[in-house]
Nanobody, 124 residues
Framework: QVQLVESGGGLVQAGGSLRLSCAAS????????MGWFRQAPGKEREFAAAISWSGGNTYYADSVKGRFTISRDNAKNTVYLQMNSLKPEDTAVYYCAAELGLELALASYEYDYWGQGTQVTVSS
């Protein structure tokens, strides 16, 4: 069992930055691929970024590529999402997720564990 707790969300103006954190507890964090997803009001949850268990491979949705950076610190059992040049369309609840078994996972159904989410609001 893995527990995931996100933090770092908030209200920011367009063009600003935020760094989300996701702290994991439970089984060995370094064996899990990790991902960030987001869900805007009235929309389905969508993939944002993923990182392999080693941190050596990353993947981004086209909508965030070049603006967001996913990273992890296995010594701290934490994964991060650095978000720069934020846009109003980035407004959503952001969720981190953990997957055991694949090096990298891009689809929500591949993930085994989910956090409760943190709200990110970008004002224009």
């Amino acid at each position: 069992q893995v527990q995931l707790v996100e933090s770092g969300g908030g209200l920011v103006q367009a063009g600003g930055s935020l760094r989300l954190s996701c702290a994991a507890s439970g089984r060995t964090f370094s064996t899990y691929a990790m991902g960030w997803f987001r869900q805007a009001p009235g929309k389905e949850r969508e993939f944002a970024a993923a990182i392999s268990w080693s941190g050596g491979n990353t993947y981004y949705a086209d909508s965030v590529k070049g603006r967001f950076t996913i990273s992890r610190d296995n010594a701290k059992n934490t994964v991060y999402l650095q978000m720069n040049s934020l846009k109003p369309e980035d407004t959503a609840v952001y969720y981190c997720a953990a997957e055991l078994g694949l090096e990298l996972a891009l689809a929500s159904y591949e993930y085994d564990y989910w956090g409760q989410g943190t709200q990110v609001t970008v004002s224009s």
